[in-house]
C-alpha cells in the first residue's frame, strides 16, 4: 500500500486546510482509513477515523467539531478538512490504513500502514 499525504502549509490561528491522501496498492473502497499526527517532542495522537463507505465516523475529543474526514472513493483519496485551526493542531499529518480493513479506526493501535506526513504550521 502507498499512501501519500499533502495539503499541509502554514496558516493563522482560526484559519483552515484541507489535507488529501491518495491512496494506491489496496482496492480503495472496500478500506476504512484514518489519520493522525505527531507534533515534534509529542506521541502520535489519533485524530480521525472513517468507515469504507464514508458513512461512519470518528474523531478524537481535541478535533471534534472542528475537522471533517470524508472520502472520494471514486478517485482513492482520503480528505481531512481542518477549520478553526489552534496552535496546538501543529503537526505533522498522516493518513493510514486499518490493521482490519474495515474496522474504523478509533486508537493509534488500530493503523497498520501509512505513509509520509504533511506539515501544518499554526501560527497564533
Known amino acids: 500500500v502507498q499512501l501519500q499525504a499533502c495539503g499541509g502549509g502554514s496558516v493563522q490561528a482560526g484559519g483552515s486546510l484541507t489535507l488529501s491522501c491518495e491512496a494506491s496498492g489496496i482496492t480503495f473502497s472496500n478500506y476504512a482509513m484514518g489519520w493522525f499526527r505527531q507534533a515534534p517532542g509529542k506521541e502520535r495522537e489519533i485524530v480521525a477515523g472513517?468507515?469504507?463507505?464514508?458513512?461512519?465516523?470518528y474523531y478524537a475529543d481535541a478535533v471534534k467539531g472542528r475537522f471533517n474526514i470524508s472520502r472520494d472513493n471514486a478517485k482513492n483519496t482520503l480528505y481531512l478538512q481542518m477549520n478553526s485551526l489552534k496552535p496546538e493542531d501543529a503537526a505533522s499529518y498522516y493518513c493510514?490504513?486499518?490493521?482490519?480493513?474495515?474496522?474504523?479506526?478509533?486508537?493509534?493501535?488500530?493503523?497498520?500502514?501509512w505513509g509520509q506526513g504533511t506539515q501544518v504550521t499554526v501560527s497564533s
Open positions: 493510514a490504513t486499518p490493521r482490519i480493513p474495515t474496522m474504523i479506526p478509533t486508537g493509534l493501535r488500530d493503523f497498520g500502514s
Open positions: 472513517l468507515s469504507a463507505t464514508g458513512r461512519a465516523t
